[in-house]
């Protein structure tokens, strides 16, 4: 299990990550509505994960970034499968991806 302070790291990191996701989602006319979709979802569930990560409740910790990494799998998958998905939107898209798979996978 990770340290307190290298859990606070990482959500305060992921938080500015999706933050962009979310910045470039609505800045780009071409993110298709399933995109947009997921990446607020992602972002709906990183603020409520705020009390949890604060917490020391090692289970919850796990179960809420579970949760969140699930979601990253789904923008991979739509971004993956969508013909028109800008390029920058992408990479961000693969960011957020990565930086759930390596906080989950860093807590198991």
Do not use: W
Not at 16 to 41: L, N, V, W
Request: net charge negative; hydrophobic share 35%.
């Amino acid at each position: 299990m990770l340290q307190s302070n290298e859990i606070q790291q990482r959500y305060s990191h992921l938080q500015q990550t999706i933050g962009e996701a979310e910045q470039a989602c609505k800045a780009s006319r071409d993110t298709p509505p399933e995109m947009r979709d997921c990446i607020e979802r992602i972002a709906r569930e990183v603020k409520q994960a705020r009390d949890v990560m604060q917490s020391n409740d090692e289970a919850r910790i796990v179960q809420a970034v579970d949760r969140m990494e699930d979601m990253g799998d789904e923008a991979k998958r739509i971004s993956r499968s969508s013909p028109q998905m800008p390029a920058h939107l992408e990479a961000v898209v693969t960011r957020v991806h990565a930086e759930l798979s390596d906080f989950k996978h860093k807590l198991h």
